[in-house]
């Protein structure tokens, strides 16, 4: 008697709150080591390597253009190839960060390593959210999304820590960046476990298409998904590229800034970015339950301003309060600001959600370029980082004019 064949899949996870801590592991990995770590590492790494502010700018920048990339890249992949490319992707944010360890590397391949993590942040960042959220029942999505997104404060608490472990035990960026990514490879493993079944992917005759057809079958999908909203979304977009451009400033150079001005206080530029990591963790449901009682674009335009204010608090003060004021809230600010917008624009084309996400992450990571290189130049030669913080305030301040004018705009048209 013939049995059938065993299924070759033994390893599934189908439990949704796993599922959902996975991708936070995973937002941990692509954004807490892969974009921020480098955040917690850069006055080390100014130190050991004496790179000047403008390097240190453009290797932040560098990063920041990768990013952009990665979102526009994730914009194409076909449903069916989500999984894959976010697998393939997630390897290459680890091996980059690994890379960081190589004694005596040439600055090119800092560049080179630094967008190739750039790439592989924004890809994984949209399509591990694509991936996770969709795996969710519509009962638990709400919860259970802000546990997912909570990966990039957790990232973020993780580098502050461990890169303050290691400093005090004697070691540098180099070791820092290896552990950070040999703690990272179990979430490949994890990965496997969530992927897609071949009945849930899709396997009709259509699965290959030309390179040619994709682009045509991108801009009609582009010009469905904006068609009566494109004033708004412009607004909305416009927005977020100030929001990107202003709280770049002090998630690049925060630690950097703390050196300078907190030179007798050990290791504050890491108690600061942990401060960053702690509130975007736990306030990040906050603002959600917020948004149920006065709406996301009321919640959006107080976190714009208030995240306004600081990048204004180091100016106003100059020792630590200002500082300390600054983290906590960009920390209680930016990941808000992130979930409040993403979730307006899909909303406003529910068919084309993930296309509309993909656009605002495009308008963030411009902003983001944008920042670093903006904050050296105004920083001179002394690295005063004061009139980069007040250009980000008075972007984040136009960006709540523009958030009224937006606000107008929707009830318009409702």
């Given at each position: 008697?013939?049995?059938?064949?065993?299924?070759?899949?033994?390893?599934?996870?189908?439990?949704?709150?796993?599922?959902?801590?996975?991708?936070?592991?995973?937002?941990?990995?692509?954004?807490?080591?892969?974009?921020?770590?480098?955040?917690?590492?850069?006055?080390?790494?100014?130190?050991?390597?004496?790179?000047?502010?403008?390097?240190?700018?453009?290797?932040?920048?560098?990063?920041?253009?990768?990013?952009?990339?990665?979102?526009?890249?994730?914009?194409?992949?076909?449903?069916?190839?989500?999984?894959?490319?976010?697998?393939?992707?997630?390897?290459?944010?680890?091996?980059?960060?690994?890379?960081?360890?190589?004694?005596?590397?040439?600055?090119?391949?800092?560049?080179?390593?630094?967008?190739?993590?750039?790439?592989?942040?924004?890809?994984?960042?949209?399509?591990?959210?694509?991936?996770?959220?969709?795996?969710?029942?519509?009962?638990?999505?709400?919860?259970?999304?802000?546990?997912?997104?909570?990966?990039?404060?957790?990232?973020?608490?993780?580098?502050?820590?461990?890169?303050?472990?290691?400093?005090?035990?004697?070691?540098?960026?180099?070791?820092?960046?290896?552990?950070?990514?040999?703690?990272?490879?179990?979430?490949?493993?994890?990965?496997?476990?969530?992927?897609?079944?071949?009945?849930?992917?899709?396997?009709?005759?259509?699965?290959?298409?030309?390179?040619?057809?994709?682009?045509?079958?991108?801009?009609?999908?582009?010009?469905?998904?904006?068609?009566?909203?494109?004033?708004?979304?412009?607004?909305?977009?416009?927005?977020?590229?100030?929001?990107?451009?202003?709280?770049?400033?002090?998630?690049?150079?925060?630690?950097?800034?703390?050196?300078?001005?907190?030179?007798?206080?050990?290791?504050?530029?890491?108690?600061?970015?942990?401060?960053?990591?702690?509130?975007?963790?736990?306030?990040?449901?906050?603002?959600?339950?917020?948004?149920?009682?006065?709406?996301?674009?009321?919640?959006?335009?107080?976190?714009?301003?208030?995240?306004?204010?600081?990048?204004?608090?180091?100016?106003?003060f100059d020792g630590a309060l200002g500082l300390y004021a600054n983290a906590a809230i960009l920390g209680l600010t930016f990941a808000g600001m992130v979930s409040m917008t993403l979730n307006i624009i899909k909303n406003m084309n529910p068919a084309y959600s993930n296309l509309l996400i993909g656009l605002a992450t495009l308008a963030y990571a411009l902003g983001q370029?944008?920042?670093?290189?903006?904050?050296?130049?105004?920083?001179?030669?002394?690295?005063?980082?004061?009139?980069?913080?007040?250009?980000?305030?008075?972007?984040?301040?136009?960006?709540?004019?523009?958030?009224?004018?937006?606000?107008?705009?929707?009830?318009?048209?409702?």
């Amino acid at each position: 008697m013939m049995t059938a064949p065993k299924s070759r899949r033994t390893f599934t996870i189908t439990n949704e709150t796993a599922i959902a801590l996975i991708g936070l592991y995973c937002l941990a990995v692509v954004m807490g080591y892969g974009r921020f770590l480098f955040t917690a590492t850069l006055p080390d790494i100014m130190m050991q390597l004496t790179l000047s502010t403008t390097v240190a700018g453009w290797l932040a920048s560098i990063n920041y253009i990768g990013y952009f990339i990665g979102a526009l890249v994730a914009m194409f992949v076909p449903q069916r190839l989500t999984w894959q490319t976010l697998v393939f992707w997630t390897t290459v944010s680890i091996v980059t960060t690994m890379l960081l360890a190589i004694p005596n590397m040439s600055l090119i391949l800092w560049y080179i390593i630094r967008l190739l993590a750039g790439i592989a942040s924004g890809i994984a960042m949209i399509l591990s959210s694509t991936l996770v959220i969709q795996s969710l029942s519509d009962k638990r999505r709400s919860v259970l999304s802000t546990l997912h997104y909570a990966g990039i404060g957790v990232g973020i608490s993780a580098s502050a820590l461990l890169t303050w472990l290691l400093l005090v035990l004697g070691y540098h960026f180099d070791m820092i960046w290896l552990v950070a990514g040999i703690s990272s490879l179990p979430l490949l493993w994890l990965l496997f476990g969530i992927r897609p079944t071949p009945s849930s992917s899709l396997t009709s005759s259509h699965q290959y298409q030309s390179l040619r057809q994709t682009y045509i079958n991108f801009k009609r999908a582009l010009y469905e998904a904006v068609i009566g909203n494109t004033k708004a979304i412009t607004l909305l977009a416009a927005s977020y590229v100030l929001a990107g451009f202003g709280y770049i400033t002090s998630a690049t150079f925060l630690p950097v800034m703390a050196v300078q001005r907190l030179s007798t206080q050990s290791y504050a530029g890491l108690l600061i970015w942990l401060i960053v990591g702690v509130f975007v963790t736990l306030f990040n449901p906050v603002w959600g339950l917020l948004a149920k009682r006065i709406g996301e674009i009321n919640t959006l335009i107080g976190l714009t301003l208030l995240q306004a204010v600081g990048m204004f608090t180091p100016i106003w003060f100059d020792g630590a309060l200002g500082l300390y004021a600054n983290a906590a809230i960009l920390g209680l600010t930016f990941a808000g600001m992130v979930s409040m917008t993403l979730n307006i624009i899909k909303n406003m084309n529910p068919a084309y959600s993930n296309l509309l996400i993909g656009l605002a992450t495009l308008a963030y990571a411009l902003g983001q370029f944008i920042g670093p290189l903006v904050t050296v130049a105004l920083a001179g030669k002394d690295d005063n980082f004061n009139a980069g913080l007040f250009v980000a305030g008075m972007g984040l301040l136009v960006g709540v004019v523009l958030l009224f004018i937006f606000r107008r705009q929707v009830k318009q048209t409702v």
